[in-house]
């Protein structure tokens, strides 16, 4: 992702949100330094590490908000890529949709495992 042109460099002290519900779907991100953890509706959590994507269910399949909170915890450096790009990306690079469903089957494993996000 950091390979594309167009995709924006964010960093952000601990405890900084990265997004909230509700808010308009429009990017995908990546975690380049630092951790970013996810907390969904429920309550569950996820924490993401550098080279890790996170909100694309919410741009691929979702009514077009984020149905999550992101949360910086450690001071963080993400890649910020929007909607569209995203999407051109996953178009022109299929392989990048297997790398993504793989990462969800070990998000989901781990969030039975633990129920929690690891530190």
């Given at each position: 992702m950091a390979a594309q042109v167009d995709c924006e460099v964010i960093t952000l002290p601990t405890?900084?949100?990265?997004?909230?519900?509700?808010?308009p779907a429009n990017a995908i991100y990546g975690v380049r330094r630092g951790i970013i953890e996810v907390v969904g509706d429920q309550g569950e959590k996820l924490c993401y590490r550098p080279g890790e994507l996170f909100s694309y269910q919410d741009i691929v399949w979702r009514e077009g908000v984020y149905r999550t909170e992101a949360i910086a915890r450690t001071p963080v450096e993400i890649l910020r890529l929007d909607r569209l790009r995203?999407?051109?990306?996953?178009?022109?690079?299929?392989?990048?949709a297997l790398l993504l469903i793989g990462q969800?089957?070990?998000?989901?494993?781990?969030?039975r495992t633990s129920g929690t996000c690891c530190y």
């Open positions: 405890g900084a949100h990265v997004f909230s519900v509700g808010e995203f999407l051109n990306l996953m178009h022109n690079h299929p392989t990048l969800q089957h070990d998000r989901l494993r781990e969030q």
